[in-house]
């Protein structure tokens, strides 16, 4: 049975800074693509940062470069999201996602809600 799920969530101050967490189990990490997308109150889900099966393709949405960095740890099947100097726009539910390279079926965690304000 596939699990992806999501820790690191909470609520911060404007500038300050939260790292995600999402262990999957129960499908081929080590060759599946990994990204986290969010979804803010009233708006579609959205991609943040992806991370090839490897980790040496990854793209960032304009908003979050150079404030967000996405990496994994193949051998514990994790995949990370720091996030720094946060902005109320930040603001929203986030999910782990992973795409297998061969088959293309598509996993979702929960959600974990991150909430920046003062």
């Known amino acids: 049975q596939v699990h992806l799920v999501e820790f690191g969530g909470g609520s911060v101050q404007p500038g300050g800074s939260l790292r995600l967490y999402c262990a999957a189990s129960g499908f081929a990490f080590g060759t599946s693509t990994m990204s986290w997308y969010r979804q803010a109150p009233g708006k579609e889900r959205d991609l943040v940062a992806s991370i090839s099966s490897g980790g040496g393709r990854i793209n960032y949405a304009d908003s979050v470069k150079g404030r967000f960095t996405i990496s994994r740890d193949n051998a514990k099947n994790a995949v990370y999201l720091q996030m720094n100097s946060l902005k109320p726009d930040d603001t929203g539910v986030y999910y782990c996602?992973?795409?297998?390279?061969?088959?293309?079926?598509?996993?979702w965690g929960q959600g974990t809600q991150v909430t920046v304000s003062s």
């Open positions: 996602n992973g795409v297998n390279g061969f088959s293309r079926v598509e996993y």
